[in-house]
């Protein structure tokens, strides 16, 4: 069965550090890979997404995300946290199986230290 | 400006009532669906539509109820049969057969008196 894998349920990190936000995925086909962005009591927002070719995705806001096959991964990163960065960040994969399927992982709270 | 609303931000349900929860879009996507929200759970589906008068059960459909008539509109019913309904939740749309981004409303919370 295919299933998302977000390591850290908190993170939590100071203003100007390195972001990095870790997803596993296991699926038994090349999936389709997104991170979604949630501030409080809001929807989600699209980060960015990878669909085929380069593996390296750059997104909104500074993130980017690095695909890798072998390890069954796709990490968000910013090199530099700003405050506004405070917020929940879901990874999802996307499957096709009569029509996409998009499945969530738990989700990692980024916490940003003044 | 396109987007998907929900209505309304916040509900309250008493015990043994049946509550519906709002959703609309005016992006033109075919497809519609329906997640509950937990906290340390992420989203979980509930129900979604690939087209108009077609929907599918999701991964948690009991005590739930949904409906397609309007490309535009996929209202959620929170059954009495549904014993632990409080929860955010939150509607998306998409293009049908991409692999594409899901766009999300902003959600309603809904809580049990």
Redesign the interface.
Known sequence: AQSVTQLG?HVSVSEGALVLLRCNYSSSVPP?L?W?VQYP??????LL?Y?TGATLVKGINGFEAEFKKSETSFHLTKPSAHMSDAAEY?CAV?LWGG????I????TRLFVKA | DGG?T?SPKYLFRKEGQNVTLSCEQNLNHD?MYW?RQDP????R?IY?S?IVNDFQKGDIAEGYSVSREKKESFPLTVTSAQKNPTA?Y?C?S?I???????Y????T?LLVL
């Open positions: 349920s389709y997104f979604y009591n809001q929807g989600l927002q699209l997404k669909t879901f996307s029509g996409f399927k998009t969530f992982g738990a989700g | 998907i929900q497809a997640y340390g759970q992420g989203l589906l979604y690939q955010f939150l998306a998409s049908r057969g991409k692999v594409e981004t899901q999300f409303g902003p959600g919370r």
